[in-house]
């Protein structure tokens, strides 16, 4: 049953970037692409070859690579309900970050690599909202370490009760922390747009313009599955202990739909932030975390 987690979220990251652009069509008036039409982009990039620029050094090439592998890895820490994932251990959600930060290191460097001052400006904005974003993290699954006295992802989500009002607002704090981080470390609304090619906005967009390829679709199916592995991290708030799989599964399917319109609603109203907001907005997730931390310590009768 530990690798049930890594199927599911496998599976979600098939149609989640579909489910993103059709909520997107719809709200636009639009018929769109199919759902599986971002799938089918990657897979036909996975049979064209990758070409390098003679500039280019071998971190270049490996740099995509080594950015799936750290999105595969981190995805094998996630557990599902009462199953631990393939990989589990004390303080495995340190591991986590510092693993997914493994993989944006070499994209950062891939984009420098290039020599291209462009690129370097998209990988200097990267590097600080990644940097911006993690503080959140650490004081929120700090907070639920502290809360069910355990360190890693399994224990964590398998000892967590919601049985009081603020119970209840720190976990939904917690869905909406986890949903933001997932919209900065994909580069998506208001951050960041995808679609973008406009020079002085482009962030994420200019670090992979030299990427071509094969190396191209491991990046983008990348995205897919960090998308869908946040989601999953949010499911576990919801699949308490006491759920069969029978009925674990639904609830981890229909919270991976939900996030997903979530986020094509999101990038169909809200307009991008300027440049010079994006560090204040990405800071709000900490003051967040700390209102998470702040009731923890409230169920724990630690203060008054």
């Given at each position: 049953?530990?690798?049930?987690?890594?199927?599911?979220?496998?599976?979600?990251?098939?149609?989640?970037?579909?489910?993103?652009?059709?909520?997107?069509?719809?709200?636009?008036?639009?018929?769109?692409?199919?759902?599986?039409?971002?799938?089918?982009?990657?897979?036909?990039?996975?049979?064209?070859?990758?070409?390098?620029?003679?500039?280019?050094?071998?971190?270049?090439?490996?740099?995509?690579?080594?950015?799936?592998?750290?999105?595969?890895?981190?995805?094998?820490?996630?557990?599902?309900?009462?199953?631990?994932?393939?990989?589990?251990?004390?303080?495995?959600?340190?591991?986590?970050?510092?693993?997914?930060?493994?993989?944006?290191?070499?994209?950062?460097?891939?984009?420098?690599?290039?020599?291209?001052?462009?690129?370097?400006?998209?990988?200097?904005?990267?590097?600080?909202?990644?940097?911006?974003?993690?503080?959140?993290?650490?004081?929120?699954?700090?907070?639920?370490?502290?809360?069910?006295?355990?360190?890693?992802?399994?224990?964590?989500?398998?000892?967590?009760?919601?049985?009081?009002?603020?119970?209840?607002?720190?976990?939904?704090?917690?869905?909406?922390?986890?949903?933001?981080?997932?919209?900065?470390?994909?580069?998506r609304m208001p951050v960041d747009d995808p679609k973008t090619h406009l020079e002085l906005t482009m962030i994420h967009e200019v670090m992979i313009l030299d990427n071509s390829g094969f190396d191209l679709g491991l990046i983008l199916y990348a995205s897919n599955l960090k998308?869908?592995?946040?989601?999953?991290?949010?499911?576990?708030?919801?699949?308490?202990?006491?759920?069969?799989?029978?009925?674990?599964?639904?609830?981890?399917?229909?919270?991976?739909?939900?996030?997903?319109?979530?986020?094509?609603?999101?990038?169909?109203?809200?307009?991008?932030?300027?440049?010079?907001?994006?560090?204040?907005?990405?800071?709000?997730?900490?003051?967040?975390?700390?209102?998470?931390?702040?009731?923890?310590?409230?169920?724990?009768?630690?203060i008054a």
């Amino acid at each position: 049953m530990n690798i049930l987690s890594l199927i599911l979220i496998v599976t979600a990251s098939l149609f989640f970037t579909g489910i993103v652009i059709r909520t997107k069509s719809i709200f636009s008036g639009r018929k769109g692409p199919g759902i599986f039409q971002p799938l089918k982009d990657v897979w036909r990039l996975f049979r064209k070859g990758a070409v390098y620029s003679k500039t280019s050094s071998f971190i270049f090439q490996i740099a995509p690579s080594i950015y799936f592998a750290s999105v595969l890895m981190a995805i094998f820490l996630i557990p599902f309900g009462n199953q631990p994932g393939i990989i589990s251990f004390k303080g495995d959600f340190i591991f986590f970050a510092y693993v997914l930060a493994l993989g944006k290191f070499f994209m950062i460097i891939s984009a420098l690599d290039t020599g291209s001052s462009f690129e370097g400006m998209g990988a200097s904005r990267e590097s600080l909202y990644s940097l911006l974003a993690e503080p959140a993290f650490f004081i929120l699954m700090g907070s639920f370490a502290l809360l069910t006295g355990h360190t890693s992802f399994y224990e964590i989500f398998s000892s967590l009760h919601f049985g009081s009002y603020i119970s209840y607002a720190v976990g939904t704090l917690a869905a909406i922390v986890l949903a933001i981080i997932a919209l900065i470390e994909n580069s998506r609304m208001p951050v960041d747009d995808p679609k973008t090619h406009l020079e002085l906005t482009m962030i994420h967009e200019v670090m992979i313009l030299d990427n071509s390829g094969f190396d191209l679709g491991l990046i983008l199916y990348a995205s897919n599955l960090k998308f869908a592995m946040y989601g999953a991290l949010i499911a576990n708030f919801f699949l308490t202990p006491g759920y069969e799989w029978y009925y674990s599964i639904p609830i981890f399917i229909s919270t991976q739909i939900l996030f997903a319109m979530a986020v094509g609603a999101i990038e169909s109203f809200m307009a991008r932030f300027r440049m010079n907001h994006n560090p204040q907005y990405i800071f709000m997730l900490t003051s967040i975390s700390l209102l998470i931390f702040l009731g923890v310590l409230l169920i724990l009768g630690k203060i008054a």
